[in-house]
Nanobody, 124 residues
């Protein structure tokens, strides 16, 4: 089992940057593929980015390609989401999630563990 705690959210002007962190408890962090999702008010939770167990394979939603970068540090049990060139439509609660698969699924059902979320607001 793993517990996830996100941090780094906040309010930023459009065009700005934020880096989200997700700290995982437990000794088996490297056994999980990791993903970031987001959920805007009144909308479904959507996939943003994913990273394989080793960190060697990444996958991104089309809407964030070229602007967001997911990475992990298995020595610190932490996964990051660097978000650049933020747009108002990126405003949402961002969640990190852990999957027992080798590669990161894009569907919410592929993840067994979730953090509590962190709010990101990009103002125009």
């Amino acid at each position: 089992q793993v517990q996830l705690v996100e941090s780094g959210g906040g309010l930023v002007q459009a065009g700005g940057s934020l880096r989200l962190s997700c700290a995982a408890s437990g000794r088996t962090f490297s056994s999980y593929a990791m993903g970031w999702f987001r959920q805007a008010p009144g909308k479904e939770r959507m996939f943003v980015a994913g990273l394989s167990r080793s960190g060697g394979r990444t996958v991104y939603a089309d809407s964030v390609k070229g602007r967001f970068t997911i990475s992990r540090d298995n020595t610190k049990n932490t996964v990051y989401l660097q978000m650049n060139s933020l747009k108002p439509e990126d405003t949402a609660v961002y969640y990190c999630a852990a999957s027992s698969g080798i590669y990161a699924p894009v569907a919410t059902g592929g993840y067994a563990y979730w953090g509590q979320g962190t709010q990101v607001t990009a103002s125009s």
